[in-house]
């Protein structure tokens, strides 16, 4: 082979070993989570007018429909909601409390390293939560389909539910069968933090395109061999809605490092405390809501 073929060789790998080293996707996701259950109790409540069923609808759309943002390249992602300005008078007390709690803040992701971060705000204090990325054990399918052009493929696993993400909580069976003069069950429909429970596993369907060859994907998802496109938990719904591949302006994938550092069992154990001091601050107050300001000390 002559010197100028194997400097040809050399040079056509290195233009292309440089490509592939600045490989750059985003990816948009629609964020819904099913709101189905909660707004059957709040129509069921004769207390609620209906101008507060409709502040409390257009509330909650606001809290359980997002929009965020995947950037990626092959080792590493940041995954943030899609930055908007919030109207006068929305987001604010107990709600603002609720959204921080419904899926985080951004999530930094390390396929190399397994590991990721999450810049988080709770009632009032910043926490970086830092940890190994979880171990999925995918059941791949050979059932496919198209999302956006993009051929993929089907894939399930059986996740532990997070106790720090509000959108895992499901409510308990109905009472409506219960005696109607029972007094004890009559006093005892205090109040909504009662009705729901954490369940313990969730079953969660992803389709992933290997046309895109990255093990990344939304939130905490990843490990697959080409990049999750649509996520599906039984309630919430996390569908990609565009794709671009090498845009001309690269963003920054950087993991965050303000907060107070804790690990994820750390943080949900922190969030399941003042959970539960709210619910009791709320039973105190006869379910209204005196303890909804409540803020960490300091």
Known sequence: ???????????VTTIFGAKAQDFQG???????????????????NPDITPEMQKMIEDRMRKAFEKTFILNFDKAASMYKEEEKLDAPGQGGGGMRMMMSVLGGGP??????TKSYAIANEFMGKEFLVKDSLPKIAWQMSGESRQIGGYNCFKATAVLPASKSDFR???????????????????DKKTNFMDEVEMPKDITVTAWYAPEIPVNQGPEKYWGLPGLIL????????????????????KAVIKEPTSGQVVTQKEYDEIVTKKTEEMRQQWQRGGGHGQGRNMRFGG
């Open 230 to 249: 649509e996520v599906n938990d039984g309630k919430t719904i996390i569908l990609c809605s565009k794709i671009v591949l090498n845009p001309k302006e």
């Open 168 to 186: 895992n909580f499901r409510f308990r069976g109905d009472k409506k069968d219960a005696p109607k003069d029972d007094k004890a069950t009559a």
């Open 107 to 112: 999530i930094y992701k390390n396929v190399k």
């Open 1 to 11: 082979m002559s010197k100028f073929a194997i400097t040809l060789i050399l040079f």
């Open 26 to 44: 985003m990816a948009v996701y629609e964020v819904k989570t099913s709101t189905a259950d909660m707004m059957k109790r709040v129509q069921s």
